[in-house]
């Protein structure tokens, strides 16, 4: 019933674009700070982006090199990820998870979804 479903992977070229999207189901997200994750086949989930509730604060992995933007619409319950100059090492499962508490032991998420496929590839 509560979901967060991510959209707008696919396959394009090296220096193309996409834009992803992170809609939820069955909660709204005005009120969680939202993150862009990806893991490609044998290397571990890594952090892409976050972006706070209201939108004003914004944080990007150093491999992003100013290439995505992050962004917000909380009118329609979605968060977005803008990928331009896209590299064949961006390729990987993209995910999105909300922030849903703070703690000693660190971060707690959501949870994860079934993703959606990036694939830079000439």
């Known amino acids: 019933q509560l979901q967060l479903v991510e959209s707008g992977g696919g396959l394009v070229q090296p220096g193309g674009s996409l834009r992803l999207s992170c809609a939820a189901s069955?909660?709204?997200?005005?009120?969680?700070?939202i993150g862009w994750f990806r893991q490609a086949p044998g290397k571990e989930r890594e952090g892409v982006s976050c972006i706070s509730i209201s939108g004003g604060g914004t944080n990007y992995a150093d491999f992003v090199e100013g290439r995505f933007t992050i962004s917000r619409d909380n009118a329609k319950n979605t968060v977005y990820l803008e990928m331009n100059s896209l590299k064949p090492e961006d390729t990987a499962g993209y995910y999105c998870?909300?922030?849903?508490?703070?703690?000693?032991?660190?971060?707690?998420?959501?949870?994860w979804g079934q993703g959606t496929q990036v694939t830079v590839s000439s």
């Open positions: 998870n909300a922030l849903i508490g703070l703690s000693d032991d660190g971060s707690t998420w959501y949870g």
């Open positions: 069955g909660f709204t997200l005005d009120y969680y700070a």
